[in-house]
């Protein structure tokens, strides 16, 4: 299927009535309105993204979905890390920044599946650099999340150890953020 890609406003994408901002917006010429089929690889089969576009967009919603969902791991990702800071101080925040940091990483993989839907319906599945990326950092993230609690609740309360593990997630939430807004508005 030939892609094509345009810089600023994507309205030329004809069958988005309220696409996201951005210098890079690729879409299919093929996939026209109402055809939940044309991206289908399998002949026959409904193309569930498009469907759930379809959807939101008949009761109103006509907005991305993962910019919605973004604040929940990054806020709980960037607690995690004030309060395990704090906590050096005031031991006892110690397990409010574990708290912190189980919510962040439950949310992130409702996340990354909106970040998928939007990556796919947006962007046509495109594989730059910038999405590449994206995918490794949000499998990272989790990961480190749950190695800080677990070294949270095994080292020593003055440790610093989980802090630094805190400091990675919330380098980690900043490179998803940061590569989002270029994504988004370039
Ligand atoms: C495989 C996983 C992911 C993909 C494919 C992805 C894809 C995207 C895309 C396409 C955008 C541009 C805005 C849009 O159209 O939605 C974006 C923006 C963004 N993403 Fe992700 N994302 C992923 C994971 C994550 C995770 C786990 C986080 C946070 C922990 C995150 C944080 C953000 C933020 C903060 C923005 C900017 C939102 C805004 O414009 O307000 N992303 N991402």
Redesign the pocket.
């Known amino acids: 299927m030939r892609r094509e890609c345009v810089q600023g406003d994507p309205l030329t994408g004809a069958r988005r009535s309220n696409p996201?901002r951005g210098p890079l917006v690729c879409y299919s010429p093929t996939r026209a309105s109402g055809d939940l089929r044309s991206r289908s690889p399998g002949e026959g089969e409904i193309d569930v993204i498009e469907l759930v576009y379809q959807l939101l967009e008949q009761v109103g919603f006509t907005h991305?979905?993962?910019?919605a969902i973004?604040h929940l791991?990054?806020g709980m990702?960037m607690g995690a890390f004030l309060f395990g800071v704090a906590s050096l101080r005031y031991g006892s925040l110690a397990t409010t920044a574990r708290h912190c940091a189980v919510l962040g990483a439950i949310f992130?993989p409702p996340?990354?599946i909106a970040?998928?839907f939007?990556?796919q319906h947006?962007?046509d599945g495109d594989w730059s650099s910038l999405?590449i990326t994206?995918?490794v950092l949000?499998f990272l993230?989790p990961i480190l999340l749950l190695s800080a609690v677990a070294a949270g609740s095994r080292e020593r309360a003055d440790s610093r150890f989980p802090i630094v593990l805190y400091a990675l997630c919330l380098f980690t939430?900043i490179g998803?953020?940061y590569i989002?807004?270029e994504?988004?508005y370039g």
């Open positions: 996201p991305p979905l993962h910019p973004t791991p990054m990702t992130v996340t990354m970040g998928i939007d990556w947006y962007y999405f994206k995918f949000a993230l939430a998803l953020g989002g807004g994504i988004g």
